[in-house]
Structures are given as structure tokens and as C-alpha cells.
């Protein structure tokens, strides 16, 4: 017994079976049990910390500290960052549908594109506003505008969501300012001019492969209904006053990612000094959120007659699901925690590494073994890179092959976005989706687009 536990928690294979029958068995527990999935995830991931070889005191702490418990620390790495992010996003998303704010920018998206180019509209818009802000970001403010198409469509949430969702997660992985291609571009001194164009040559044809043809043809396959506490009717005062003017709602959509878009230059391209920090304060997420809110409920509410008293409810009632997706996120993030605890990431990463692909395939696999091991986009990408730096530094390698290089790591570290990757439990509470329509649609979606990513970047590496 003692011999087969160490095989299983040293060896590269028993580390995979072991990372195996945890997500089989989580998904066992979530789709056949019907049990719900914050209990699944918890009780899983502390089955497979045990078996993997992580001591009780690591796991859970002692009974004077448990700060740096990793069942803390996995809650605590995500929560602390998207718990303001989503509470603000979802008023923010409220007074936008209440005001009927939403209905006005959806109709305008309508009238340029057409009634059946909507999911492309929604495609395109998730593309731009994607840019300047974080993938989760782009979700809680933009979510009622697919809410809305959907209840004026009639037909599936999922048709609306994946184009946005493919827009917002392409820019995540492949363009600048956001973390992971920034990050692999410091590691190989690639100029960030150089990642934005091959990262626009490589995602275009991966949004359009993934949220357009792949997420229009199983939208229609899957029918995803909007959840009726994400449902808010225009208010009787919005319909008596009329419609909001289109400027009024980009304003409020764009205020956040405007301020964080200034936050992530200021902080790149200005010096040292009250300007700088001023940008940074205000860049800040949740400062920008918030600022955005403060705006929305004047200029939408406010203004516009709204009460104290019905702001208020908006509020109240908009954040009373957000507790629901707060413990699933945080618990999938604390079982793809355990998953790298157990060294599975690692153990994975060596062996692709030695594999002696070519340069372009080793980037795009190790970084595909990494993001299926341990859930993250962002540390799939910096390690790699991190693997990788050392042979690209000493090799004669032009730009414009680095970039590409970057772009086969960023292809790969979203693919098979599955149960240890807090992206897939938002979307899944998010979008009123169960596990087994996430991995139908939103699991499928990411494969696509990584798989078409990739094949853009080993294409152009053929020329350069």
C-alpha cells in the first residue's frame, strides 16, 4: 500500500491518475448524485489533498493558524480578487436593465447588425470591451446585455453568451495589457508591439472559429433559459420617462474600463508622480466599479427619478444570487489549488518539456498540459514561459518568432477550460448552465479556439 501512495504521489503517471479520478469522481458527485457543486468541490478536493500526499496541517492548518491553509489560501486567491469585482458588476448590471439601458444599446446593436446577427454583435462588442478589461470583468458588466437579448430573442442564453465570452476570452489570453501575454513578452524580450499584431493575426480567426461558428451552431443545440432572479423589469418611472440616450449608456459601460484602461497605461507610460497614482488609484477595478456604479445611479437612476428607496432594492435584490456563485467559484479555485499542491502542474510540465518537439509544439503542449492540470490560464502561460526562457534568450530567434511562440503558450494555456478553473463555475452560475452543458459548450469553446489559435501561430511561423 505504502508503495503504490508513493508511485501515486511522486510518479508523473500516478500523479495524472490521481488528478483523474478526482475530476471523475467530482463529476460524478455533481451530474449523477445531483450534489451541489460548492460540496462537491470542497469534499473532492479534500479527498485527493489526503491521498495526494498533503499533510492535515497543510490542508486545513492548526487550531491557533489556519492563514496559510491551502483550503483558506485556495478560497482566498480568487475571492480576493473578483468578490468587490462581482458585487459591483452586478449592480452595475441591474440599474442597466432597470433604467432600460441595456434594451437601448442592445436595440442599437440590433439595428446595425440585424436580428439574426445579435450573437455576432454580441461577439464583436465582447472582442473590443474585452481589450481594455479582465475576462471576469467583462462578464459581470456585460452579462445583462445578453440576459436581454436572450428574453428578446426567445431562444437560448447560450446563443448570445459563448460569442461574447470567446471575445473576451481571446483578448484575455493573446493581447496586451493583460497579464499572461504581458508576462511571457517580459521573459523572452519580445517588444509588445510585436505581440499585438500576431496576437490580432492568431485570435480573429480563433474568436470567429470558436464564438461564432462553433458558439452560434450549439447555441441553437442547447437551450440555456435566463434565470429568473437575473430577470429585472424596467422600472415604471424608466418606461413614463422614456428611453435613456445611447450616450448615457456607454457612459456607463465604458467608465470602468476607461479608468482601468488609464490604470494599465499610466502605470506602463508615466513617470513617477501624482498623475501616476492617481491613475492607478482610479485603474484599480474595483475603484473603477465603483466610480461606475456611483455614475449609473445618478445618470440612470437618480436623474432620471428613481428613489433612494428603489436604488436601493435594485441593489438588494440584484446581489442576493452573487452568495451562490461566490462559494462555487472559490471552491473550484481551492480544488485546482490542491491539484497543484499535489505537484500534478509540475509533474506534468517536466515531462512535455523533455518531450523534443519543436520549439513552436513544445510551447503550445507544455502550456496545454499545464492550463488541463492546474486550471489557470496565467500560470500556465508564465510557466512556460518561465521553461522555455532560458532555451529562446540563447537561441537565434527574431521577434516576430517570439511573438508567435508567446501566441502557441497563450493557445495553449486556455484550452479544455474544465472543473479546477474558476472561469468555468462563473460561467456556469453565471449563464444558469449545468456542469454538463459548461463542458458541452463553454469547454468545447476554449478548445476550438486554442486548437485554431495555435494552428494560426505555427501557419505565420512558417514565414517569419
Not at 480567426?205 to 470558436?210: C, I, L, N
Not at 518561465?386 to 497563450?410: C, E, F, K, N, R
Amino acid at each position: 500500500m505504502n508503495e503504490f501512495l508513493n508511485w501515486l504521489r511522486h510518479d508523473t503517471a500516478g500523479l495524472l491518475l490521481l488528478a483523474g479520478v478526482g475530476i471523475a469522481l467530482l463529476l460524478f458527485l455533481i451530474i449523477k448524485v445531483k450534489l451541489e457543486p460548492f460540496i462537491a468541490l470542497v469534499g473532492t478536493g479534500v479527498i485527493v489533498a489526503l491521498v495526494g500526499g498533503v499533510s492535515v496541517e497543510a490542508l486545513v492548518g492548526s487550531a491557533t493558524k489556519s492563514s496559510d491553509a491551502l483550503i483558506e489560501k485556495g478560497f482566498a486567491g480568487i475571492l480576493g480578487h473578483i468578490t468587490v469585482i462581482i458585487g459591483l458588476g452586478t449592480v452595475l448590471g441591474a440599474i442597466l436593465e432597470r433604467s432600460g439601458g441595456a434594451e437601448v444599446l442592445l436595440g442599437r446593436l440590433v439595428k446595425i447588425f440585424g436580428e439574426k446577427g445579435t450573437p455576432l454583435a454580441m461577439g464583436i462588442t465582447g472582442f473590443v470591451l474585452g481589450i481594455p478589461v479582465f475576462f471576469d470583468i467583462g462578464i459581470f458588466v456585460l452579462a445583462p446585455l445578453v440576459y436581454v437579448a436572450a428574453i428578446r430573442g426567445g431562444k437560448s442564453l447560450a446563443l448570445y453568451a459563448l460569442p461574447l465570452l470567446a471575445g473576451l476570452s481571446v483578448t484575455h489570453a493573446f493581447l496586451p495589457p493583460h497579464p499572461g501575454p504581458v508576462a511571457a513578452a517580459g521573459l523572452f524580450h519580445v517588444d509588445l508591439g510585436w505581440i499585438i499584431v500576431m496576437g490580432l493575426i492568431c485570435g480573429i480567426p480563433a474568436w470567429f472559429a470558436s464564438g461564432i461558428l462553433w458558439g452560434t451552431w450549439i447555441g441553437k443545440r442547447v437551450m440555456i433559459n435566463v434565470p429568473e432572479d437575473r430577470i429585472i423589469e424596467e422600472s415604471e418611472e424608466a418606461k413614463r420617462i422614456g428611453e435613456p440616450s445611447i450616450g448615457l449608456v456607454l457612459l456607463a459601460i465604458g467608465m470602468p474600463m476607461i479608468l482601468i484602461l488609464g490604470g494599465t497605461f499610466g502605470n506602463i507610460f508615466a513617470p513617477e508622480g501624482p498623475i501616476k497614482s492617481t491613475l492607478q488609484f482610479f485603474g484599480n477595478p474595483a475603484i473603477a466599479l465603483t466610480v461606475a456604479v456611483l455614475l449609473a445611479m445618478w445618470l440612470l437612476g437618480t436623474r432620471r427619478g428613481m428613489s433612494s428607496a428603489e436604488l436601493s432594492e435594485i441593489t438588494s435584490s440584484s446581489l442576493r444570487p452573487v452568495g451562490m456563485i461566490l462559494l462555487v467559484v472559490g471552491a473550484g479555485a481551492f480544488f485546482g489549488a490542491v491539484l497543484s499542491a499535489t505537484g500534478v502542474g509540475t509533474a506534468v510540465a517536466g515531462s512535455l518539456s523533455q518531450a523534443g518537439l519543436p520549439i513552436i509544439v513544445s510551447a503550445f503542449v507544455i502550456s496545454a498540459g499545464m492550463r488541463i492540470a492546474q486550471g489557470s490560464a496565467t500560470v500556465a502561460i508564465v510557466t512556460t514561459g518561465g521553461i522555455l526562457a532560458p532555451t529562446l534568450t540563447a537561441g537565434a530567434y527574431s521577434q516576430p518568432q517570439l511573438a508567435l511562440i508567446v501566441m502557441a503558450i497563450s493557445s495553449g494555456s486556455i484550452i479544455a477550460s474544465h472543473v479546477n478553473d474558476g472561469g468555468f463555475w462563473i460561467i456556469s452560475k453565471y449563464f444558469n448552465m449545468s456542469v454538463k452543458d459548461t463542458l458541452k459548450t463553454w469547454t468545447v469553446l476554449e478548445t476550438v479556439l486554442s486548437v485554431v489559435g495555435f494552428g494560426m501561430a505555427a501557419l505565420v511561423y512558417q514565414f517569419v
